[in-house]
Nanobody, 127 residues
Framework: QVQLVESGGDLVQPGGSLRLSCAAS????????VGWFRQAPGKGREGVTC????????YYADGVRGRFTIFRDDVRNMVWLQMNSLTPEDTAVYYC????????????????????WGQGTQVTVSS
């Protein structure tokens, strides 16, 4: 059974940090581009960051570059999103995804091509 399970979402003050985790099972994780997406209330799902199978290609959306970092461990079948300098605009449900056979950029730009999704974790940035 394929599963992606996110955790780590929370309420955090502006300027704070959070680390999200995503645990994968039921498929060959190392063969997949993995990514983090988010969806704010009333908005569409947007790609935040994606990392390739060889860990050498990483895509960051313009609004998070320099603040967010993605990293993966193919032995533990995990992917993390370290988020720093959070702002209220980062408030959203965050989802991890896994996509096979696509480029890192395409994976992040076209969420509809993802093969697997997690259930999401809520991040709220507010004072």
């Amino acid at each position: 059974q394929v599963q992606l399970v996110e955790s780590g979402g929370d309420l955090v003050q502006p300027g704070g940090s959070l680390r999200l985790s995503c645990a994968a099972s039921g498929f060959t994780f190392s063969n997949f581009v993995v990514g983090w997406f988010r969806q704010a209330p009333g908005k569409g799902r947007e790609g935040v960051t994606c990392i390739g199978t060889r860990h050498d290609k990483i895509y960051y959306a313009d609004g998070v570059r320099g603040r967010f970092t993605i990293f993966r461990d193919d032995v533990r079948n995990m992917v993390w999103l370290q988020m720093n300098s959070l702002t209220p605009e980062d408030t959203a449900v965050y989802y991890c995804s896994a996509t096979v056979g696509q480029t890192v950029q395409a994976t992040c730009e076209f969420h509809s091509i993802a093969d697997y999704w997690g259930q999401g974790t809520q991040v709220t940035v507010s004072s």
